[in-house]
């Protein structure tokens, strides 16, 4: 066992989360109580995670549900991160982590490469849906930033000729070509400086380290497909305006 779950454990994990709350409060890089709700919020979705999964891996309408409920909480999620005002826009977000998501996981069953069972399902879903989820976050609130930052350059633009998809596009497409490199950091550093959590979980499963570490590729390699057309798609939806910040 990697770790033991006891009091020690417990305490320790309520220390280390106390202490990230005083780092960001002393620093001042957002509000503390933030940090202190995010973990609580982790905690309380694992165990309730941990408790259902025994039995929604067991039933296809159960595991169904289950999956759309990943994707729906990664769509609101993504949603507020880009446009935090509420409105029609935030809905958007819907699509670059399905347009995503969803051939990979059809390619993966239908090749046998992931059996269609929801002990295996489940988790390589997650991994997709929450490398989609950074990917749109990352190039919605970039993209959208720097247009707002560079406005005067898509006037410049329009006023040369550009349409306004080009126009934003030219402003646009480097910023959110930042949401890319995050993923490929870690696919460049892997074995040197982490150990991911797929390898790690394999090696403790029982399988052997070969074994262990083409699996890790294969989720890193899906991981790059995926947060590349996440990010595509997000820029896509920011130059043709549907992506949007309410003006204030």
């Known amino acids: 066992m990697l770790l033991h779950v006891n009091a020690t454990f417990v305490a320790l994990l309520a220390t280390l989360l106390a202490l990230a709350a005083g780092v960001v409060a002393v620093a001042r890089l957002g509000r503390p109580r933030d940090t202190l709700f995010a973990g609580a919020r982790a905690a309380t979705q694992l165990v309730a ?3 259902a999964i025994g039995w929604v891996v067991r039933a296809l309408p159960l595991l169904l549900c289950f999956l759309l409920l990943m994707y729906a909480v990664a769509v609101r999620t993504a949603g507020r991160r880009v446009v935090p005002a509420p409105g029609r826009a935030w809905p958007w977000a819907a699509v670059p982590i399905a347009a995503a998501v969803l051939p990979v ?26 490398g989609a989820l950074t990917a749109t976050v990352l190039a919605g ?13 898509v006037e410049a633009g329009l006023a040369l000729g550009l349409t306004d998809r080009e126009a934003r596009m030219e402003v646009a497409r480097e910023a959110a070509s930042d949401a890319l490199l995050p993923g490929m950091d870690q696919t460049r550093t892997v074995g040197l400086v982490t150990l991911p959590g797929a390898f790690v979980g394999m090696l403790l499963g029982g399988a052997s380290p070969l074994h262990a570490g083409a699996v890790q590729l294969f989720v890193l390699v899906a991981l790059l497909l995926v947060q590349a057309v996440a990010a595509a798609v ?15």
């Not at 970039?142 to 406005?151: G, M, N, Q, V, Y």
């Open 49 to 51: 995670v941990s408790l």
């Open 105 to 130: 996981v059809v390619a993966l069953l239908l090749t046998g490469v992931v059996p269609p069972q929801g002990i295996a399902l489940v988790p390589v879903t997650g991994i997709l849906i929450g």
């Open 141 to 153: 609130r970039r993209s959208l930033d720097e247009l707002a930052t560079r406005w005067g350059e």
């Open 234 to 248: 997000t820029l896509e939806l920011v130059t043709r305006g549907r992506l949007v910040r309410p003006q204030p």
